[in-house]
């Protein structure tokens, strides 16, 4: 009975999206507002109906109703509680039902806020959310229903598949959520964009709307992206964090577009320029992010990120199409009255930079972009795949994010509207002689790869002027006798009433660190690889690690765990005992588990390998010498705290 309760809930709330949609439009096409009112009440019924249909799902996941085939897929008796929750967007058809769910959550959300200033635009809104609400919801009854039944006569089984290995683990706790939050929060400015060219709204209102929103997508967005790093380090064993994935791609997509669009879109409010370069990246993120789903959903791929294949590919295909028609047709009917009403007149102007930036950013979107669809388009024009592997993505975009790094350093001492090569020299000349400090020190380590140096000194620059621009503000409250404050009120104040620039200065620092920290990896990560008997060392980068032990055992929950141990230390000083591991899983899946000794200096990153066949007297071990890798932790969790400044709201200037 639950499950068919749980797929009549699905079906009803697609045909009360469908409703919304339709009044909407014809409350907009007779100037009706009642009609209108009833397709926002609509919208606002879905929220209540995917959510009892959620917790349907997540009761049948619980309590092991292995009679529905996709309880049966995602989870098994052995799996902890909170994972058989997590199983929920662990698969195709559950994780589609959570997008659904998300989205109306957003879309519920905008429809309770007050529209006295732009009643216009909600029956366009309605429409763009609850197009997109319904074609999920479509995916889920007619292709995935998470519902459905074992066919009749077959028995139903004992037990369950369970989730792949490598998706039991905490991060399943967070990363999806925060990532689909990511993805589904671009909805929400991609509609105020889409009603704004429909109704001719040309100005502004539509980005002062939407900021925080598309602040909210760009922090999930990085969240999404982090949190899938640190998983991949800590879990698939292969000594790094970003392997350019298909799919790790697909994410990293909309978040380009998206930091370009919220960089563009300060010109639009400063200088009424680039309406239509807003138009287009708003359009492009909305779309990639609809293009990484395709990508993950429909087979096309292979990559551990990726789903089985299936039926609902060429429909998103088809939906992707359809968005691109319908919104690149507004914008062109529409592109005249976008032209921008001043003109750029200075190349070393705040905004000739910041336009850079954008560029910049879009040229690491194209690269990305292609690297992804060419293995595709090889194999549709040759009948062969060739594979694009990360020295492809290093050594096209490498140069990029250091023109992106340095431009950080150089934009802020620029002015709006005009700058010269004399003025912007007298205001960088202090932080470029500051920055010198960073390469020297690193000369000074016994660093001489004129890569690293460069990029450290790229480092210290942006570190040193966001450094200037925080002071300048400081000192002026600190040094303002009505204001009458010390340093720290001054710096708290300062950032309370203008928390987008200085939230933006946060994370600028926070990419300057992560730059650090790839820097390290990227040019001086070391490895080896050998077969030890007990009491055998491995030396590397100055370590000694001495295999002392090796244990071999069963789980209560059938996994089959070998865990080796190994005392770290350096210069004859013991450090600690690292102990990696794998499990085996019953139905044959391996994991491995790396054991990792991470500093601000360095990780030293241990994992067994080669899981057939392992003894006492011959076991292998993968060692990596990790430099500096750990600053790209610290830089993407203050990245996340720079966004959270940034969003929230600005104290009252006029009570300071």
Known sequence: MLPSL?????????????????????????????????????????????????AILIYLLINDRYDVEYVWSVTNRTMPTY??????????????????????????????????????????????????????????????????????GVPTP??????????????????????????????????????????????????????????????FLTLGLVLGMRWAYDVLGWGGYWGWDPVEIAALLPWLTISAYLHSVMIQEKRNMLK???????????????????????????????????????????????TFIVSFSLLIQRWASLKSETEMRSMLSREALILLTVLLFLSILIISFWGVIFPLLSELFTGSKVTVGPPFYERATGPVWGALILLMGIAPLSAWGHSTITTLGR???????????????ALVSGITNWIALSGFTVIGLVITVTIREFFIGIRARSQN??????YFAAFLHLIKRNRRKYGGYIVHISMVLIGIGILGIELFQTDT??????????????????????????????????????????????????????????????????????????????????????????????????????WVWIGSYLFVIGILVAVWKDEDKKKV
Not at 284 to 306: D, E, K, M, P, Q
Not at 481 to 486: G, K, R, T
């Open 427 to 441: 205001a960088i000349w202090k932080p470029a002689l500051a920055a010198l400090i960073f390469p020297i020190v």
């Open 529 to 630: 690889q050998q077969h030890l008997a007990l009491g055998e060392e491995i030396e590397l980068a100055g370590y000694t690690l001495r295999y002392d032990r090796l244990d071999q055992f069963m789980h209560e929950d059938g996994r089959r765990i070998t865990r080796g141990e190994m005392a770290l230390s350096k210069d004859g000083v013991y450090i600690e005992t690292l102990a990696p591991r794998f499990d085996l899983y019953p139905d044959g899946q391996p994991m491995t588990i790396p054991a990792v000794r991470s500093t601000l200096v360095d990780d030293v990153y241990v994992i067994l390998v080669n899981w057939e066949g392992i003894t006492r007297e011959s076991t292998p071990f993968k060692v990596y010498h990790n430099p500096l890798v750990k």
């Open 158 to 219: 004992l037990d369950g598949r369970g989730l792949s290995p490598l998706l039991r683990h905490p991060g399943m706790i967070i990363h999806p959520p925060a990532q689909y939050l990511g993805f589904v929060a671009v909805t929400i400015p991609y509609a105020f964009a889409i009603a704004a060219l429909i109704t001719g709204r040309t100005d502004d209102r539509w980005i002062r709307i939407t900021r925080k929103w598309t602040l909210w997508a760009w922090l």
């Open 276 to 322: 239509q370069w807003n138009m287009i990246l708003i359009i492009l993120s909305f779309g990639l992010v609809i293009f990484g789903t395709f990508l993950t959903r429909s087979g096309v791929l292979s990559s551990v990120h990726a789903f089985a294949e299936s039926e609902i590919g060429p429909l998103f295909f088809i939906f992707i199409a359809f």
């Open 6 to 54: 749980g797929y009549g809930i699905i079906v009803i709330t697609f045909l009360v999206t469908l409703y919304s949609v339709a009044i909407a439009l014809y409350g907009e096409n007779k100037k009706d507002g009642a009609m209108i009112e009833s397709a926002r009440r609509a919208m606002l019924i879905t929220l209540p109906l995917i959510t009892i249909a959620s």
């Open 83 to 152: 994972l058989k929750i997590t199983a929920w967007w662990g698969g195709q058809p559950g994780s589609l039902l959570f997008w659904s769910w998300l989205l109306s959550v957003f879309t519920s959300a905008v429809t309770l806020r007050k529209w006295d200033r732009d009643r216009e635009l909600l029956p366009w809104v309605l429409v763009v959310t609850g197009a997109t609400l319904a074609f999920f919801l479509a995916l889920n009854v007619f292709y995935e229903n998470p519902f459905k039944l074992i066919p009749a």
């Open 481 to 486: 006798e009505h204001l009458n404050e010390n």
